[in-house]
């Protein structure tokens, strides 16, 4: 009698619904891959071996295969979210067991580490006390650290500009930084000392009478003279307009005195690259300098090679780790564990862990998220199909209790 053949293929049926159901009810979940029953048919055969005559026993869910291609991706306004554009998972710990997981969703955590809804951590590599990233490190929880970043003294500061050679020569016994008639032109940068506070260095250009193409520089630190108000150092020019650099001392190094319990003196090199002596109105196109007040962290970038950035009030930024991926050579043995994670098991191997884009690693896409990869139209389809299986070997067993009535009817 066919009912056991009836029988397997209204499982296998039942089974595959509640795949094609399981798909279409996470169609919305965020990193979700689809799944399909791969089926196989059940064949019983004599001691003898089999014959043509031989008929199946039915079918069986052989397997049930992931599909793990790439979902799209959609743009969201949080820069936490990250999406993997190409293969690997982002590699997370979840109560001491690493786990894997195509969910970008991650949100700084009451301990201050990056993580998903669910509490699993996000793990990557650490930096070090220079704000270098450990990338030969394994990988480990990545934590934000929500502490200010250091002052750092000015010990540089670059200016370019142009000195406006018509203009006349005037006598560097005379200066005086409260007569402008004293001196040629002017500029000023701002300059941090080791406690990160902010002082106004003030520079002064003197066409010198002491030799042609000769400019006499002065400075002051907050309206007080530098070096007693005597000059700093000349610049010395060619007919060219451009610096002579046998005749002049770059940079220009002075001593500077500061106040407030900060390091005194402190060392500063000024330097004049690029500036020319033309017949043109002085202007200065660049100021530079290496200092900065203290800071505090204000957001966080996450670049394309899981570069995590801390950007702060100052205008500094610091690395705070980056995101590692893993990738497995059978990526069909995995293990599902629910909320959005898998596990590694034997027959997928042992992950392969680096940084995004290294390898055949994927990179990160920063506030954006992979959506689940299911085809809405074609588990429908799917669906009215394994509901017509199903029906027809419904209709099987009708059939068989039939033909079984028959017999039992005949006299």
């Known amino acids: 009698m066919s009912f056991q053949q009836a029988i397997s293929g209204l499982n296998a049926a039942s089974k595959n619904l509640e795949i094609i159901g399981n798909n279409v009810a996470n169609s919305s979940t965020v990193g979700f891959k689809s799944s399909a029953a791969q089926f196989v048919d059940v064949f019983a055969a004599s001691v003898s071996g089999s014959t043509s005559t031989d008929a199946g ?13 790439q979902g799209g991706l959609s743009v969201t306004n949080n820069p936490l979210d990250c999406a ?5 998972f982002f590699q997370l710990e979840r109560e001491g067991q ?5 969910d970008g969703q991650f949100q700084i955590d009451a301990n201050g580490y990056l993580a998903n809804a669910a509490g699993d951590r996000l793990e990557g590599y650490g930096v070090d006390g220079t704000a270098t990233v450990q990338a030969s490190s394994s990988a480990q929880p990545i934590l934000i650290s929500s502490s200010d970043i250091s002052p750092q003294p000015t010990s540089t500061v670059g200016v370019t500009a142009n000195l406006d050679s018509t203009k006349p020569a005037l006598d560097p016994t005379k200066f005086d930084a ?7 032109s002017t500029t000023t940068a701002q300059i941090y000392d080791s406690l990160g506070n902010a002082h106004t260095l003030s520079l002064f250009f003197l066409n010198s009478t002491s030799a042609i193409n000769s400019w006499d520089v002065r400075a002051e630190l907050d309206g007080a003279g530098i070096n007693g108000g005597a000059s700093v150092g000349s610049l010395v020019f060619k007919a060219s307009g451009a610096i002579d650099d046998t005749q ?73 780790g980056q995101i590692a991926l893993a990738s497995f050579s059978d990526v069909q043995g995995l293990q599902f564990l629910g909320n959005n994670a898998w596990a590694a098991t034997r027959k997928s191997g042992q992950p392969v862990t680096g940084a995004p884009g290294s390898g055949t690693l994927g990179s990160i896409q920063s506030g954006a998220l992979e959506q689940s990869n299911v085809d809405l139209t074609s588990a429908l389809v799917e669906m009215i199909t394994a509901q017509r299986t199903y029906q027809a070997n419904a209709e099987t067993i009708k059939t068989q209790d039939a033909l079984l009535q028959t017999m039992v009817s005949l006299r």
């Open 248 to 320: 002049t001392t770059l940079p220009m190094t002075i001593s500077l005195t500061m106040g407030g319990g900060a390091d005194s003196p402190q060392a500063l090199d000024i330097g004049f690259a690029g500036t020319t002596q033309f017949g043109a109105a002085f202007g200065v196109t660049a100021i530079n300098q290496d200092g900065y007040a203290s800071g505090k962290l204000l957001g966080l970038n996450i670049g394309a090679d899981g570069l995590i950035q801390g950007r702060y009030s100052n205008g500094q930024s610091r690395p705070q």
């Open 84 to 88: 993997i554009n190409g293969t690997g």
């Open 178 to 184: 409260t007569l402008p008639s004293t001196y040629t």
């Open 98 to 102: 690493t786990v894997f997981s195509r």
């Open 57 to 69: 026993i039915g079918v069986s869910v052989g397997a049930i295969a992931t599909d793990y291609s």
